[in-house]
């Protein structure tokens, strides 16, 4: 079965600085990759995801993340972090998209 | 904005007790996914139903968890003889069969047992 490790549980950093959230994944098939974010007392919303194709993938409100098969990684990027991305992120995994997976989550707080 | 609905947004109960939650996904969404989400964790895959048919059940679904779709469009989720291990937040979702990768999830019940 699928499964997910989200590196670092808590990430600060000062606003316009860069961020990178970072997530591995464990699989012995092909998967499909998810970053959800959960604003507070908000259902999670869909950042981006990789079905396949480009290993680059862009994402709402200037994320992108980029699959990397051969270490197992999908990590995400923001070149320019705004008060307004504090929230939890989530990266997930998905064999038949039914069956996600989601890993435990980074806190991403921005400091002003 | 007519995305998900869950009702209640949140319930405390004692243990032992029947709950139950319901989830309106949104219109035409025929796929609908049951989740719970404890404290410091992501969102653990309960079950899904494509339309009113329950296709998959995880193991984390004991037998005290019931959830049905009678009509194909809104959920419901029962537990009974609740346990403090019940507390977490209930998260539902949906997606559309032009686009199955993108689950729409909504606010979540926060279940609390005492």
């Known amino acids: 079965a699928q499964s997910v490790t989200q590196l670092d549980s808590q990430v600060p950093v000062f606003e316009e600085a860069p961020v990178e959230l970072r997530c591995n994944y464990s699989?012995?098939?092909?998967?499909?990759l998810f970053w959800y974010v959960q604003y507070p007392n908000q259902g999670l919303q869909l950042l981006l995801k990789?079905?396949?194709?480009?290993?680059l993938v862009k994402g709402i409100n200037g994320f992108e993340a980029e699959f990397n098969k051969s270490q197992t990684s999908f990590h995400l990027r923001k070149p320019s972090v705004h008060i307004s991305d504090t929230a939890e992120y989530f990266c997930?995994?998905?064999?038949?998209?039914?069956?996600?997976?989601f890993g435990a989550g980074t806190r991403l707080t921005v400091k002003p | 904005d007519t995305g998900v609905s869950q009702n209640p947004r949140h319930k405390i109960t004692k243990r032992g007790q029947n709950v139950t939650f319901r989830c309106d996904p949104i219109?035409?969404?025929?796929?609908l996914y049951w989740y719970r989400q404890t404290l410091g964790q992501g969102p653990e895959f309960l079950t899904y139903?494509?339309?009113?048919?329950?296709?998959?059940k995880s193991r984390l679904l004991s037998d005290r968890f019931s959830a049905e779709r009678p009509k194909g469009s809104f959920s419901t989720l029962e537990i009974q003889r609740t346990e403090q291990g019940d507390s977490a937040m209930y998260l539902c979702?949906?997606?559309?069969?032009?686009?199955?990768?993108?689950?729409?999830f909504g606010p979540g019940t926060r279940l609390t047992v005492l």
């Open positions: 979702a949906s997606s559309h069969r032009a686009d199955y990768n993108e689950q729409f």
């Open positions: 699989s012995s098939v092909s998967v499909y």
């Open positions: 990789y079905l396949s194709g480009s290993t």
């Open positions: 997930a995994v998905s064999r038949t998209l039914h069956d996600m997976r």
């Open positions: 219109s035409e969404h025929n796929r």
């Open positions: 139903f494509q339309n009113e048919a329950q296709l998959e």
